[in-house]
């Protein structure tokens, strides 16, 4: 008997709670905690961590749990390894959803680097207006580069003033829409963007955003993970849990 665990947090994990949930599949949709009020799914929603690999390979046993998807975000890399290493221990099927990175496209102004502090590094030593599309977690390297007058995006409003000198704000979980995004740049002037290269669709508003204004991007490249069984659509995820859906795919 399936019992399905979804490691979500993504857009594309809601999409596919959704076909599980009218699929009559017995599944429980996992988050990680880390916003205030997390999208409501249509299963049995459990919040916060495991207790590293060992901590899920025991909740795996203890929940019966017979296949995990690991559909969460590109740079959850640490909850997607311990997905590996638990589901190697249990000997539980795993399955990654993940979709594709966003290719540059021509007209795309981009300096691609492999981390957060390298992108700060990247930042002109002139002063600009810089838009840091990269949430809440990884700000601190930018205090390297205090010239620059910052717009952050947080999914929550910040819990004490961030420790840029000269950085805004703007509370918003997404997903976004080019024409905001165009309207946001232009109104503050925004001259650099730095970004993760998220691929979905939830975000890459302000890649087209940046294209259209010929701004340069520091696109971060995403984390290596060892190899694991993956696919790009909720459709094959379903066929992997033995379940064709209504399109027969
Ligand atoms: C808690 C679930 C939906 C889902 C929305 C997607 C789209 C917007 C792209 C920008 C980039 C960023 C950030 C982002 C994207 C979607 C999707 C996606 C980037 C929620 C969600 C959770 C999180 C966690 C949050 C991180 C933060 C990252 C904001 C829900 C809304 C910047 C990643 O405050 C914090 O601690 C937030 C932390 C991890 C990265 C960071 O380091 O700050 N996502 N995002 C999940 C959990 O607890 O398990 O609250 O409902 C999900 C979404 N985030 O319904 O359409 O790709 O799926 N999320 C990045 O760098 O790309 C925003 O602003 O342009
Ligand atoms: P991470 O750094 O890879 O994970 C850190 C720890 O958080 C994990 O080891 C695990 O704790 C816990 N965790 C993460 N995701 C979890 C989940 N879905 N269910 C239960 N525990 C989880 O993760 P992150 O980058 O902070 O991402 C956290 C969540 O936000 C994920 O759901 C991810 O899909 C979503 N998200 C992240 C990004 C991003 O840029 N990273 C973007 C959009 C959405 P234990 O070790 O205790 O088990």
């Known amino acids: 008997m399936t019992r399905a665990l979804i490691l979500g947090g993504t857009a594309d994990a809601s999409l596919l709670a959704a076909a599980i949930a009218s699929a009559g599949i017995d599944a429980v949709y996992s988050y990680g905690g880390?916003?205030?009020?997390?999208?409501?799914?249509?299963?049995?929603?459990?919040i916060g961590g495991f207790g590293g690999a060992s901590g899920l390979a025991d909740y795996i046993r203890r929940e019966n749990i017979t296949h995990v998807i690991d559909a969460t975000h590109p740079f959850a890399a640490e909850m997607s390894r311990n997905a590996i290493a638990a589901c190697a221990q249990s000997a539980t099927p795993l399955l990654a959803l993940e979709r594709a990175p966003w290719d540059k496209a021509s007209g795309d102004r981009w300096i691609e680097v492999a981390d957060v502090v390298s992108a700060a590094a990247a930042l002109p030593?002139?002063?600009?207006?810089?838009?840091?599309?990269?949430?809440?977690?990884?700000?601190?390297?930018?205090?390297?580069?205090?010239?620059?007058a910052y717009t952050l995006r947080f999914v929550d409003p910040p819990d004490e003033t961030p420790s840029l000198p000269n950085a805004d704000v703007i509370v918003s979980r997404g997903p976004f829409m080019l024409k905001g995004e165009l309207a946001m740049m232009r109104a503050r002037h925004i001259a650099w963007i730095v970004a993760r290269n998220s691929g979905g669709d939830g975000a890459r508003a302000k890649i087209e955003a940046a294209r259209m204004l010929g701004l340069p991007v520091i696109m971060i490249s995403r984390p290596q993970l060892p190899d694991r069984p993956r696919v790009e659509s909720v459709s094959d995820v379903m066929q992997w849990l033995g379940h064709r859906t209504c399109l027969g795919a």
């Open 34 to 46: 880390r916003t205030r009020a997390p999208a409501d799914q249509p299963l049995p929603t459990r």
């Open 125 to 148: 030593d002139s002063p600009a207006c810089v838009f840091l599309a990269i949430g809440r977690q990884h700000i601190a390297p930018f205090g390297a580069r205090p010239q620059h």
